[in-house]
T-cell receptor
Framework: KQEVTQIPAALSVPEGENLVLNCSFT??????LQWFRQDPGKGLTSLLL?????REQTSGRLNASLDKSSGRSTLYIAASQPGDSATYLC?????????????FGQGTRLTINP | NAGVTQTPKFQVLKTGQSMTLQCAQD?????MYWYRQDPGMGLRLIYY???????DKGEVPNGYNVSRLNKREFSLRLESAAPSQTSVYFC?????????????FGDGTRLSIL
């Protein structure tokens, strides 16, 4: 059974720092990995999607990498801002035929201090 | 762009009452999903619909029914609500043709069962 882990559960850093969020998964048989942010009381906003054949994706100050063989992904946030404060979730889609669900990690709650 | 729209946003029910959560997407996506989010449990798939006319059980389907009314709409019904169904419910959609695309989420329905 695929399991997704995000460590740490919470992270607090001063504004302007570069930071890395970690995601690990137990089964390397995946179609893709997706990073989301969730603001309090809100839904999930898709940030980046990495297909299993890709190594990384970039969007603005965000860069996500994928190492399928080791079961790891990282989300790099450059020059962090208070507006980046949110919970960040990673999710993998297993490549089992017919399986369309995402398996989510518990999330990392990020606080950027002005 | 509305994206994925869920109604209602909040609801309080008494044990044993029934209710239907509505979801509509305007992105012409083929696949739609219902998740629930609980503290310490993360997001878990309840049901999904790979395409119009099909539905399948996810990880936690007991106590729920779904209807894929047309390509745009996917509803979730609680026939006899129980306190254990107190949760935040999210609807999502994805294009899912030949490739695996990102899932897009609504803002959620916060449901309390007394």
């Amino acid at each position: 059974k695929q399991e997704v882990t995000q460590i740490p559960a919470a992270l607090s850093v001063p504004e302007g720092e570069n930071l890395v969020l970690n995601c690990s998964f137990t089964d390397s048989a995946i179609y893709n990995l997706q990073w989301f942010r969730q603001d309090p009381g809100k839904g999930l906003t898709s940030l980046l999607l990495i297909q299993s054949s890709q190594r990384e994706q970039t969007s603005g100050r965000l860069n996500a990498s994928l190492d399928k063989s080791s079961g790891r992904s990282t989300l790099y946030i450059a020059a962090s801002q208070p507006g980046d404060s949110a919970t960040y979730l990673c999710a993998v889609r297993p490549s089992i035929q017919g399986a369309q669900k995402l398996v989510f990690g518990q999330g990392t709650r990020l606080t950027i201090n002005p | 762009n509305a994206g994925v729209t869920q109604t209602p946003k909040f609801q309080v029910l008494k044990t044993g009452q029934s209710m239907t959560l509505q979801c509509a997407q305007d992105m012409n996506h083929n696949s739609m999903y219902w998740y629930r989010q609980d503290p310490g449990m993360g997001l878990r798939l309840i049901y999904y619909s790979a395409s119009e006319g099909t539905t399948d059980k996810g990880e936690v389907p007991n106590g729920y029914n779904v209807s894929r009314l047309n390509k745009r709409e996917f509803s979730l019904r609680l026939e006899s609500a129980a306190p254990s169904q107190t949760s935040v419910y999210f609807c999502a959609s994805s294009v899912e043709t030949r490739s695996s695309g990102p899932q897009h989420f609504g803002d959620g329905t916060r449901l309390s069962i007394l």
